[in-house]
């Protein structure tokens, strides 16, 4: 009993010992570990968009995409394996540097478009009163209204149609001053309704009817003596619905029944179509009716009910363009936060199909959706997605609706969205937004959006095959630690931004019982890291213990390193004369150790609320570092057993540490409000 409660004592001094005699190589490991993470979260902004996202944007918070990353590691290692034992060790090699290679411009660009690239300035809105109201967008310019009240009386006396066409004037001189031309509608009634065709848009105000488009003339356009409530225009035909709820053609006596949801529904936005058809949405459907054509009735070809209200609605070029006939898409927005679209075609009669590639839904936007626009801002291919929630304006394009704007807005009632293009060189267009009497723009432009710089991008990959041209030729411990330190915060910086911290956390939990599993039980963790050491491969960090080390003749095994409990002792005194040996040894670190500490780093920076600033700083920031932090608490204990030559099982430590960082950081400095658990299956 004695001796045994004198033994661990005696270890813990040894371990001691050892620690101060190698204090150089450990303090070497925890500089490369902190100098690893530290890089990633200076690349991190880079990649902190939606496109990068290993799962998408909804995917960060799924748990089936880390159960997928994991059993890839577990099918990777037993690749290693299997070909080591059959000595297969050309394909390790060779296959590993492909992939080391990617994973190197991970880094390299973005660290080389970081030192040559001037980043453009920031988007800003500007906020301005404005007595405009928009009322829809047509192709690259929109439309928009304004009262006409007596400044004396107070009365109204009608209403000012204009179509804005540029965001700037003949002078430069806008966005406010905007190129347009308008027409005066007279009317007694404040209330009008409008439908959009393929030329402009009809007004009507239940006793007039106005033609709108670009080449309007109030004498020939404006119907003083028409009971009309609604009005659409299609192939040169015009029509109305009376108070009565009859529809009827202009110029015709005949009246036709409309159906039943038009009267009992508010009607979100209408569209005529060229194939002498309506789009029609209403807060609870989305249909599709066929206006009257020799003798027929008015009635709907199709109609898609919707249990969550509807709030705003687009339609515009397809973001799935795949023929030369241009493809119309209708974006549905409801009070949910949910995008839904239909592919529509208005050339024939076919059946709309939904589009099944817009996953913008299930809780992707916050709160319901204000505002929806389908608009091209730079003259260029498809149109882009823009859409405005309870708190933000966010903008998606191409197929893979990569999210380039995502802008926090002051909101002051609901919000109206419109784009105009420009003609100034330094802008493409103008977004505009406008809430009550005030409006909301800013300016963007291609140049802002430039993922890389073209030489940043060349440079990079230039770096990285220079890099991997002397790991092959010459894998010197200092060359592996290079390329070991860049290929980490690449992969740092990726998988940090694909994973919300709790699905992170499960994610180094498991791997971490794993790891120690691989090593104490089965072993065959070591056998992976005597595979890398003796084909000189980076994916491990080496910290050489003298001046003279040579990696290149590392011949030791973590097999021979490995001791049994009853060895312990033996190897404890062997250590005594170590110095007298001059071991040249070093210490190794398996490249994922300081990958997992650091993907939750950067998933603490990426995923956690912003805006609580603490000494000029994010708090997010000073959470993914106290993260850190923590990480290099548990790799220091895990040193002090690494010391005495024993392989150990990194990860139960430095998770263990990096996990109780997060949890501690983020309680005291944003509170338990921000551990919130949120993810699904």
């Known amino acids: ?111 080389t ?68 031309q308008g027409v005066v509608f007279f009317t007694n009634e404040e209330n009008y309704t409008f439908s959009m065709f393929d030329e402009g848009m009809i007004i009507c105000d239940g006793s007039s009817w106005l033609k709108l488009d670009q080449s309007h003339d109030i004498a020939e356009d404006l119907n003083n003596n028409i009971d009309c409530s609604l009005g659409f225009s299609t192939n040169d035909i015009d029509w109305y619905i009376s108070s009565n709820n009859t529809l009827h053609k202009i110029g015709d006596n005949q009246s036709y029944e409309i159906p039943e949801f038009i009267n009992n529904e508010e009607t979100i936005n209408i569209w005529s179509t060229k194939n002498n058809q309506l789009i029609w949405v209403t807060e609870n459907r989305f249909a599709l009716l066929d206006l ?13 009910l919707y ?13 799935w363009q795949e023929t030369e006939v241009e493809q119309q898409l209708l974006v549905i927005g409801d009070n949910d936060g949910n995008l839904t679209a239909w592919n529509v075609n208005l050339e024939t009669n076919t059946v709309p199909s939904k589009e099944k590639r817009m996953h913008l839904d299930n809780g992707f936007f916050n709160g319901p959706i204000k505002s929806v626009l389908l608009a091209n801002y730079n003259n260029y291919a498809q149109d882009e997605l823009f859409v405005i929630d309870s708190e933000n304006l966010r903008m998606f394009r191409s197929s893979h609706l990569v999210e380039q704007i995502n802008m926090t807005i002051n909101f002051e009632g609901d919000g109206n969205l419109a784009l105009s293009n ?55 411990w200092y060359v592996v630690n290079s390329v070991g330190i860049l290929v980490g915060s690449g992969v740092i910086a990726m998988l ?24 104490y039980k089965s072993k065959h963790m070591l056998d992976l890291a005597d595979t890398m050491v003796n084909l000189k491969l980076p994916i491990l960090l080496v910290a050489p213990q003298e001046k003279n080390y040579s990696f290149l003749d590392e011949k030791d095994t973590m097999r021979e390193r490995d001791v049994s409990e009853e060895d312990w002792e033996l190897k404890t005194k062997s250590f005594k004369n170590k110095k007298e040996k001059s071991t040249k040894d070093a210490m ?9 500490p650091g993907i939750l780093v950067i998933s603490a920076i990426t995923w956690l609320p912003q805006g609580t600033m603490i000494l000029g700083i994010d708090a997010t920031i000073w959470i993914g570092l106290l993260t850190m932090v923590g990480g290099l608490c548990g790799y220091f204990i895990l040193m002090g057993y690494v010391a005495l030559g024993r392989p150990q099982a990194g990860l139960p430590l430095l998770n263990s540490g990096a ?23």
């Not at 909804?58 to 995409?65: E, I, K, L």
């Not at 967008?137 to 400044?151: G, I, M, P, R």
């Not at 009257?292 to 898609?304: I, K, M, Q, R, Y």
């Open 422 to 476: 420009s003609s100034r060189n330094s802008v493409d267009s103008v977004v505009f937004i406008q809430m009550n009497d005030k409006w909301q723009f800013v300016s963007i432009d291609e140049n802002q959006f430039e993922l890389v710089n073209e030489w940043a991008a060349l440079i990079g990959l230039c770096v990285s095959i220079f890099l991997m041209i002397v790991l092959y030729i010459r894998p010197e």
């Open 588 to 596: 190794f670190m398996g490249l994922g150790d300081v990958i997992f």
């Open 1 to 111: 009993m004695e001796g045994d409660s004198i033994r661990p004592t005696a270890q813990i001094k040894e371990m001691l010992d050892a620690m101060k005699e190698q204090w150089q190589s450990m303090l070497g490991m925890a500089i490369m570990f902190v100098v690893t993470i530290v890089i990633g979260i200076v690349i991190q902004p880079f990649y902190d968009k939606p496109e990068f996202r290993a799962f998408g944007e909804a995917g960060a918070s799924q748990a089936r995409n880390i159960l997928l990353e994991f059993v890839m590691i577990l099918v990777f290692t037993a690749a290693i394996i299997f070909l080591a034992k059959w000595k297969k060790d050309w394909i390790i090699k060779y296959g590993i540097l492909g992939i080391l290679f990617i994973a190197l411009c991970y880094s390299t660009i973005p660290l």
């Open 307 to 319: 249990s969550t209200k509807i709030t705003a609605a687009t339609l515009g070029t397809s973001l």
């Open 113 to 180: 478009n970081l030192i040559i690239s001037t980043p453009s300035e920031p988007l800003e809105f500007e906020i301005n009163n404005n007595p405009y109201e928009i009322i829809s967008q047509k192709n690259e310019s929109f439309y928009a209204s304004q009262k006409l009240v007596n400044s004396t009386t107070g009365d109204f006396g009608g209403y000012a149609f204009y179509s804005f066409s540029n965001a700037y004037d003949e002078n430069g001189v806008g966005p406010l001053n905007m190129l347009h």
């Open 292 to 304: 009257p054509s020799e003798g027929g009735n008015f009635t709907v070809s199709f109609e898609t």
């Open 659 to 681: 996990i109780l960082g997060y949890l501690i950081s983020t309680l005291i400095l944003l509170g338990i409000s921000a551990l919130e658990f949120n993810i699904s299956f």
């Open 496 to 519: 940090g931004i694909s994973f919300v911290p709790w699905l992170i956390i499960i994610f180094m939990i498991v791997a971490a019982i794993y790891d120690a599993w691989a090593v």
